[in-house]
């Protein structure tokens, strides 16, 4: 970490091979896709919305084993506008730097269950950076489908997760691919 450049997230996940992975940004973001301290709460999509094209994980176990952030995002985003699909527009209008400007996603279940196991050396991380780790002890939305009426949330500084209706206002924190 430089305090002369600007820190793009915190890595919270490595793929098995070792090669490639996920971070996360430091804080949250609004509808807009701006930063924002406090956490704005935003619906994933409209009651009764199903994407044909995302697999439903109508299970902890598949849900937990669901590592495709980016691809579920961009099932989501084709489906519809910033008006239907809230929480995942707002992360691809998310843009520390232009570089990566359109290429952030909400997190796949598998990568915030990732968060809640490592969340220690994950908050000691963000303060370092001034990221917002006090303030994430809110729900905060996954990529991850259950069915036309829930998706998959958790609560990353603590190990609650579970599905909620999607038109629930919980937070939003994108994690880019790299």
């Not at 820190?7 to 609004?30: H, T």
């Not at 994407?51 to 495709?68: K, Y």
């Not at 008006?83 to 915030?112: D, F, N």
């Not at 196991?117 to 370092?128: G, H, R």
Request: net charge negative; charged share 15%; hydrophobic share 35%.
């Amino acid at each position: 970490y430089t305090t002369s450049k600007t820190v793009l997230g915190i890595v919270v996940y490595v793929n098995d091979n070792g090669v490639g992975g996920q971070v996360m940004a430091p804080w949250w973001i609004d509808a807009s896709g701006n930063r924002s301290s406090s956490g704005v709460g935003m619906a994933w999509g409209g009651y009764g919305t199903d994407i044909s094209s995302l697999p439903n994980m109508t299970n902890s176990t598949q849900a937990e084993a669901d590592f495709d952030s980016c691809s579920n995002t961009d099932k989501i985003v084709a489906a519809g506008d910033a008006s239907t699909y809230p929480a995942a527009w707002a992360t691809r209008k998310y843009a520390p730097t232009e570089a990566t400007k359109g290429k952030w996603c909400l997190p796949a279940t598998g990568i915030s269950r990732n968060i809640q196991k490592n969340w220690s050396a994950i908050s000691t991380a963000l303060s370092k950076v001034d990221g917002a780790s006090n303030s994430f002890n809110h729900w905060v939305w996954n990529s991850s489908e259950y069915d036309y009426v829930n998706a998959w949330g958790a609560n990353l500084s603590g190990s609650l997760w579970n599905y909620s209706t999607k038109d629930s206002g919980y937070h939003v924190i994108p994690v880019l691919e790299f």
